[in-house]
């Protein structure tokens, strides 16, 4: 299919079966299917031979995926060993928000007509554009520089992540991820002059130390939201029930509770008192809560002191 639409693929979907397809099981050989993937995020040229079927080579193959998949999509990635041992994680920037659900309404707020109309002239605009060609007439990338300053903001954020990868670093278990995200702010910047200096401005190839500046700090963000993530893929049950726990405490909005309480509250979630204490004492030792030793226990039951900048950070 890349080889009909000019090397270039589009996969946006609110699924996540793409990534059955690439862990290949829907070929006979049940092998991984993710070197056009990986080759994809740097426009590396892509060659397979096929037998009875023809050959097929890409020069610069280039995909664009966006998915909205649901948490136990995330964790099945973690799962596949291939799939982080090669690189193809790393090559996803991954948003975990927090769940809506028991706080929705049954009517969303309507979208501004602004950002509708922006948007739409924004699409149309470039669809509307030419394609760049080279002299042969082949289809080749607009070419996008940095300015000096976004230049000097780029190698700025590059050793920061780089610093952070060394031993006992913040990153030093996300190396991976660690790895491609300097390019990745590269990326976001490269988005954000596409489609807001572009759309206005097409023959502005240059990209400003504005527009570098806040690719940087959404690039941050996406550091801070793929370590959820990866949490995410190799969570293990104890940690599964603290959130449940967690969850409780942040929707009750308490700042002190017993095992007692908490238990009764629990009890269609975790039944068994051990499975209950496993999952506190995930949250003491990750500092959400405190035990309380004198007055909070006795008949109540231990009590459990929330600490009250987890729940800020939380929110």
């Not at 009909?4 to 990534?19: P, R, V, Y």
């Not at 050959?55 to 995909?63: G, K, P, W």
């Not at 998915?67 to 790393?90: C, S, T, W, Y």
Request: aromatic fraction near 8%.
């Amino acid at each position: 299919m890349k080889g009909q639409e000019h090397e270039k693929l589009s996969i946006l979907s609110d699924e996540g079966g793409i990534f059955d397809i690439l862990a290949g099981h829907y070929n006979v050989t049940k092998n991984a299917m993710i070197d056009i993937f990986l080759k994809a995020f740097s426009m590396i040229s892509f060659k397979q031979d096929r037998i009875g079927r023809g050959s097929i080579h890409i020069e610069a193959t280039l995909s664009s995926i966006g998915l909205m998949v649901q948490p136990h999509v995330i964790e099945a990635l973690g799962r596949n060993d291939k799939f982080r041992g090669r690189g193809l994680i790393a090559r996803f920037v991954f948003f975990v928000p927090s769940t809506m659900i028991g706080n929705r309404l049954p009517e969303g707020a309507p979208l501004d007509l602004r950002y509708v109309g922006h948007y739409d002239e924004m699409i149309t605009r470039h669809l509307d554009s030419p394609w760049n060609r080279d002299e042969t007439g082949r289809i080749i990338p607009y070419p996008l520089e940095l300015s000096e300053g976004a230049y000097e903001l780029y190698k700025e954020h590059f050793s920061s992540i780089e610093a952070r990868m060394r031993h006992g670093g913040p990153l030093e278990e996300m190396k991976d991820i660690g790895g491609k995200s300097p390019g990745m702010a590269i990326k976001f910047a490269g988005l954000f002059h596409v489609s807001g200096v572009l759309t206005f401005c097409p023959d502005e190839f240059e990209i400003s130390e504005e527009t570098m500046h806040n690719a940087i700090v959404l690039n941050e963000f996406a550091l801070t939201k793929g370590g959820i993530a990866l949490g995410v893929m190799h969570m293990n049950q104890d940690t599964k029930n603290a959130i449940k726990v967690w969850s409780w405490i942040r929707n009750q909005g308490l700042s002190f509770f017993t095992r007692e309480k908490c238990g009764q509250s629990m009890k269609s979630r975790l039944r068994y008192r051990q499975v209950l204490d496993r999952a506190l004492g995930v949250l003491i030792e990750r500092n959400y809560i405190r035990e309380l030793h004198g007055p909070g226990g006795g008949k109540m039951g231990k009590g459990y002191e929330v600490n009250p900048l987890a729940l800020k950070m939380d929110n």
